[in-house]
């Protein structure tokens, strides 16, 4: 299992941006599966977008599809989630997660990864 660790939350306007950190333990990350799942006010915890180990194919849910962005760096061993136009329903806590040679995709759930980071809260309100 990986120690993630996630910074990055905070408050913006309707529109705005932010940009959510992961970075990871292991010496090399190269071989994990990644994703970012949230969970709203309420609600179950819910997949957002997934980057595959083998190929840095990407997988994004249809709500947050041209607005949100995965992306990696291999040398600083940290993955990151560019949220661009938010809206008020994207107001949730942001866990990032991760696992060992995963196959993920769009209907990749919560209970496939086996390492998570402690959660960032993002507030999307005017």
């Known amino acids: 299992q990986l120690s993630l660790v996630e910074s990055g939350g905070g408050t913006v306007q309707p529109g705005g941006s932010l940009r959510l950190s992961c970075t990871a333990s292991?010496?090399?990350?190269?071989?994990?599966?990644m994703a970012w799942f949230r969970q709203p006010p309420g609600k179950e915890r819910e997949f957002v977008t997934a980057?595959?180990?083998?190929?840095?194919?990407?997988y994004y849910a249809d709500s947050v599809k041209g607005r949100f962005t995965i992306s990696r760096d291999f040398m600083k061993n940290t993955m990151y989630l560019q949220m661009n136009s938010l809206k008020p329903e994207d107001t949730a806590v942001y866990y990032c997660?991760?696992?060992?040679?995963?196959?993920?995709?769009?209907?990749?759930?919560?209970?496939?990864?086996?390492?998570w980071g402690q959660g960032t809260q993002v507030t999307v309100s005017s």
């Open positions: 980057i595959a180990w083998s190929d840095d194919s990407t």
């Open positions: 292991a010496r090399s990350f190269r071989r994990y599966a």
């Open positions: 997660a991760a696992e060992w040679g995963l196959r993920v995709g769009v209907n990749s759930r919560p209970t496939d990864f086996g390492s």
